[in-house]
């Protein structure tokens, strides 16, 4: 079967290889599964590039979200959506999913918007909900809120109840967080968004801003943030980490909360589930809706990543071998 590997670290246009491999073998705890959309996320970028938290041994097949179907044992034939580390990622014809990853696609969802349903949309809920604890009427700033995270973030956000305000670089992704359901956009490299968030909050600043862009962004963030805000350290694709003065935290009485969602596998497995099933329920309900912004082959995957990484994206980039 045909599958994308890193052989060596470096940047995705460089080092990934489309390959003939075997098919993969599941262990005890795992599905193998037939491909049928593999989404994008920012993290493949980092593991290409042996920048993220987790570093495979070489070789592997990045790719950590799916929809798919499942191949073999008591479930073969059923459509699922959830995880697939490396090294047997879902750049490929074939992937492995833990048991525990693998989650029902709701009736009548498309493939794309099923593989999209998973990483970004989790991550968003419990962000919001389980760390920022995000109530109806709080107004919530969403960062770089046309990218795969940030158009989670502002549906989810929406669905709370919440006010949202969004930043994003350019005109043309103003408009998609405008067509998401943001009530104020702000284009963050055209406008200072300090201004534009107190003067939308009559200076009271952001309840909680949900921040995946990090280091001046953040900066910035910590001067806008409400009394009793709480600002989600979601990631740095800036490519700054910036520092947190605890000064600034006890003056202004507000949180800087961090966010590693994959971590609740250790601490809270079954996190997972019940989360599914609340985005479940907000899809068929249609408060939520994930935006599929390109649909490529999987020979694509190289220059689709490459665009990732550069801000050349909206919403999920979704790949169908
Ligand atoms: N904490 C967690 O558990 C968790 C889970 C999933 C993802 N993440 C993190 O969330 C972030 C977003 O992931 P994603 O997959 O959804 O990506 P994405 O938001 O679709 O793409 C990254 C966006 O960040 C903005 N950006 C600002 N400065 C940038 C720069 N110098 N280079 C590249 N992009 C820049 C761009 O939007 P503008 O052009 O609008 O600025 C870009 O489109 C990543 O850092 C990822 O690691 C964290």
């Not at 280091?215 to 009394?227: H, I, L, M």
Request: charged share 20%; hydrophobic share 45%; net charge negative.
């Amino acid at each position: 079967m045909r599958a994308w590997q890193v052989c060596e670290l470096g940047d995705p246009a460089d080092v990934l290889e489309l390959v003939d491999v075997p098919e993969p073998v599941p262990g005890p705890d795992q599905l193998r599964v037939r491909v049928d959309a593999v989404a994008l996320n920012f993290p493949d970028v980092l593991l290409c590039q042996g920048k993220y938290q987790e570093r495979p041994p070489l070789p592997f097949t990045p790719g950590q979200e799916v929809c798919a179907t499942v191949l073999d044992g008591p479930r073969a034939g059923e459509r699922v959506l959830g995880s697939t580390p490396a090294p047997h990622g879902g750049l490929a014809e074939q992937a492995l999913m833990p048991v525990t990853s693998a989650f029902p696609v709701p009736d009548g969802m498309p493939d794309a918007k099923a593989a999209s349903l998973f990483i970004t949309y989790q991550t968003g809920h419990v962000g919001l909900h389980r760390r920022a604890q995000l109530r109806e009427g709080e107004t919530l700033l969403v960062h770089a809120g046309a990218g795969g995270v940030g158009s989670a973030a502002i549906q989810l956000g929406r669905a709370a109840g919440a006010r949202v305000i969004a930043t994003a670089g350019g005109p043309e992704k103003v408009q998609v967080c405008r067509d998401l359901g943001a009530d104020v956009v702000v284009d963050y490299l055209a406008e200072d968004f300090v201004a534009v968030v107190k003067d939308a909050t009559e200076g009271r600043g952001a309840d909680v801003v949900y921040d995946s862009v990090g280091g001046d962004v953040f900066d910035k963030s910590r001067r806008c943030v409400a009394f009793e805000g709480r600002i989600v350290v979601v990631g740095f694709a800036g490519g700054r980490i910036a520092d947190a003065p605890t000064n600034h935290a006890l003056v202004k009485n507000y949180s800087v909360v961090g966010l590693h969602w994959g971590l609740y596998r250790t601490y809270e497995p079954e996190i997972f589930a019940r989360t599914h099933e609340a985005l479940v329920r907000l899809w068929e309900a249609g408060a939520i809706d994930p935006l599929v912004g390109a649909e490529l082959p999987l020979e694509d995957a190289p220059a689709a990543l490459a665009r990732l990484a550069s801000r050349g994206t909206v919403g999920k980039v979704v790949l169908t071998p």
